[in-house]
Each structure stands twice: as C-alpha cells, then as structure tokens.
C-alpha cells in the first residue's frame, strides 16, 4: 500500500508560515508606536531640564596656578605667554543632599532635585618639578568647575578661616569630560544598561565644564578649605574624583537610586524612606594625578541616578522583543486545535488571532502611561485572553465544550504569565526561556502523535 503525503496539512502549515511573517508587519507598527513615546517623553524631560536644569556633573575644586610660557619664533624672537596648571586637592569630604521632587509634563514623570553640597578639604604643597619658577602663586585662584551652572546658588567659601567670594571665570581653560549615561529604566527586573558617552545635557554636543573662579592666597602650603552652595538639577549628579583622597557621602527620601560609573557606593542604605551611599576612592584608584592639565577624568567619574520606579516605555519595548515567538505559539495552539478536532480554521481567523496578539502590545502601552506596569499588564492580558477564547468558542470551533473552553483560556493566561515572568527575570532569563519551549514543543509533540501526516492509497 503505497503512501503520500498529506496535502491539506501541508498546505495549512505553509499558508500559517506566511501569516506569521505578515504578522511582523504590525508588531514593527507597534514598536514604531513605542518610539515615538520615548520620544514624546524625552521632549518632555527637555522641557523640564531647559527650565530646572538637567544632570549635573561636577569636577571641584581645583587650584588654578598661573605660569609664564616662553615661545621662539623663526627669528629667534622671544614671547611670553600665560598659561594655567590645574592642580587637585590633597582631600576632600564631600556630603551631598538631594532634595528630590517630581515634575510633570502632561502624563510624564521627570525627578528633580535641589543638591546642597558641602566640600571641607585642603589643598598641599605643589609637586617638586612643577614649574615653580615660572609660577605665578600671587594669582592663584580655585574653581569650581560644573556641567551646568544654571541653577547653582551663590556659594559659600571659606579659605584659611577668610570668606572669599566665588564669579564667573575668566581664565583657566575647565576641564573636559565624558560621564556613563542609563538607559532602560526598570527597577523590577534590574535592567539598568549603562554605555559611556559625551555629557551633551540633552542635545548640546560641548562636553566642556563651565567654571566658578575665586582669587585665593597660596603661598605652597597646606591651605584649608569649605565651600556650601545648592544646585538645581534633574535625573542624576556624577563627581569626578579628583583629590588624592575623596571622600562622597550621598543621601536623599528618593527611594530608587541607581548608582553607576567607574566607582559604586562602599556602603549603601536602602528603603522606603530613601538612601544613603558613601564612597572613600583614592588617586591611586582613580588614576587621576594631582596634575590635571590633560587627566582623564571620564575613566573615574561615578553616578547616582535617580529613576522612575517603573519605566513602562522601555518594559513595553521588551514584551514587543517576544512577540513573534507568542504569535506562534497561538497560531500553533490553533493549528493543533484544528487537526486535533478535525475542525477547520480558516486564514482569516488566524489573521484575526494573531491581530489580538498585536493589540495586546497597544493595550499595555496604553494603559501603563496611567497605572502602574504590573496592572497595566494583567488588564491587557486578560482582555487578549477573553477575546481570544470567546472567538476560538464562538467563532472557530462551535463545538468545543465548556471545560475545554477552559483549558485553552489556562491555556493563553500561562503563555501571558511566562512572558511577564521573563520580563521580570535578567540573568535567568535565557535558562527560563529555553526550557519553557523545550516543554512547549514537547506537548505539541504529544498533542499530535495520532495525527496522520500522509495519505493510505
């Protein structure tokens, strides 16, 4: 008795195929959808941060030290010219209080903060073979060199026991850097990437500090030192560790920090009611000399950042990474729905389901910009799962009964529930994932064992 194969369930399979790549079309409209989100949000974070102040970064303070530069030219001619060496302090104790708050544009969340900053330390005889000679000490002055000055408070400074008055710079040529920047905000599952970049404060592409200057006394000796002042800022402040010795102390009622950069906290504390973060980071770790004319300092610069709790744009962006592989396990549960009970399901209806699957994205993205992520998720979840067994009941096999109606309804809620597990999950994601298909396939497997797949003649 010769065999051949069985057309119609071939041609089924090929014709679901080429539903699931025209099913890619509106998952891509979906990511689209998402993009244009972040980007709605990150307008909106522009607005607050044009008007608060954006993330701060700071590089102080630093003894600015004059010295004459001597030039020949082709004719043997001699010029003189002024430059400036940046010198580091021998310690500092910085102690930082982020007064946080949240700011909205529209339905968008943006943290603000106001940081008040104290800075006790001093500053040591300069280096032998620095330059002494040409050194102009009389001139010396300190700066503070920052981001962004915006929303800075006219400081406090205290050199010898004296107070001195902190301007704009005039000279000194600040620093330049280059801090780590946070992408992917979702404090559930810990996904926080993390990529160094130039410090642009939301387009502009300067990654040169702006400077405070204040004509101080140095006669090469060991001078102390405070300086208080606040600063307004949002999203996150970063420090440079400069000194031989540094000393940070961070703490705010925020109760989400992320702490990120070339250094992480010591000691960390937190809670409900906040944090607290303290980091002890010496030169010889930091790599930073004590001169600092041409230090990179961006290898060393470290950040506390503070996050949504929740970021649903980018947790939605995720679920999106796994939507083809959901539209084919539904259109599998279909088919082996279909040549189980000898029921046929038309193209369409295939179509239909795996439109519900799109939907679903649009529903959680929707949902999530009002109520927390979690919830947004069951809803949609649960209106995708409704619809779905209601059509599968109704509209594709009339037949099925009340308790197989049922079990395909577990059915969909365990795929919907092994996706929002795997969004929570990080490093066990990928274990988790292989062994949830293996026993997918494994039951597709035993589900079509009696099935005939060629033709008796």
């Known amino acids: 008795m010769s065999k051949k194969l069985n057309l119609s369930i ?40 044009d008007s608060w102040g954006g993330p701060i970064a700071i590089a102080a303070p630093i003894l600015n030290i004059p010295y004459t530069v001597e030039s020949v030219d082709e004719n043997k001619k001699k010029s003189y010219s002024t430059a400036y060496a940046k010198f580091a302090p021998k310690n500092v104790d910085i102690k930082v209080n982020l007064l946080s708050q949240s700011r909205y544009i529209g339905i968008f969340e943006v943290p603000v903060f106001t940081a008040e900053i104290t800075m006790a330390g001093s500053f040591d005889k300069l280096p032998a073979g620095d330059m002494e000679d040409a050194m102009q000490l009389k001139n010396a002055f300190v700066t503070l060199e920052i981001n962004d000055l915006k929303g800075i408070s006219t400081p406090d400074f205290v050199w010898r026991g004296k107070n001195l008055e902190f301007a704009p710079a005039v000279y000194g040529n600040p620093l330049s850097l280059s801090i780590p920047r946070s992408y992917g905000y979702d404090t559930d599952s810990s996904f926080v990437v993390t990529k160094y970049d130039r410090y642009d404060n939301y387009g502009s592409n300067s990654n040169v500090l702006k400077s405070l200057s204040s004509r ?25 560790p400069i000194a031989k010795e540094n000393n940070f102390a961070i703490s705010s009622t925020w109760a989400n920090p992320s702490f990120s950069g070339a250094f992480l906290p010591d000691t960390k504390t937190i809670n409900s009611e906040g944090f607290n973060a303290k980091w002890n980071i010496s030169y010889l770790a ?22 949504v709790p929740v970021d649903n744009y980018r947790a939605a962006e995720r679920a999106t990474k796994y939507g083809i592989l959901f539209i084919i396990l539904t259109f599998l549960s279909f088919f082996v729905f279909e040549i189980t009970s000898k029921k046929p399901v038309h193209p369409f209806q295939y179509l239909l389901a795996g439109l519900a699957m799109a939907i679903f994205y649009m529903l959680l993205l929707s949902i999530s910009e009002f109520i927390p992520f979690g919830w947004a998720y069951l809803i949609a979840a649960a209106a995708v799962v409704i619809m779905l067994t209601v059509y599968l009941k109704f509209a594709v096999l009339k037949s099925m009964s009340v308790k197989n109606m049922l079990l395909v309804a577990a059915a969909f809620s365990a795929l919907y529930g092994y996706l929002y597990i795997l969004l929570q999950l990080q490093d066990m994601a990928l274990i988790f994932g292989s062994i949830s298909l293996f026993v997918a396939l494994a039951i597709v497997m035993y589900a079509t064992r009696n099935i005939s797949w060629y033709e008796e003649q």
């Open 286 to 307: 930091s790599g930073i000399p004590t001169r600092l004319n041409g230090a990179d300092l961006s290898s060393a610069i470290f950040k506390t950042a503070l996050l």
């Open 10 to 49: 071939i041609w089924k399979a090929l014709v679901i195929g080429v539903l699931i790549l025209i099913m890619l079309i509106p998952l891509a409209f979906v990511r689209g959808n998402i993009t244009g989100r972040l980007d709605y949000k990150d307008n909106a974070k522009a607005k607050v941060t």
């Open 216 to 240: 101080v006394e140095f006669n090469n000796d060991s001078s102390q030192f405070e300086i208080k002042f606040k600063i307004k800022g949002s999203d996150s402040i970063s420090f440079a």
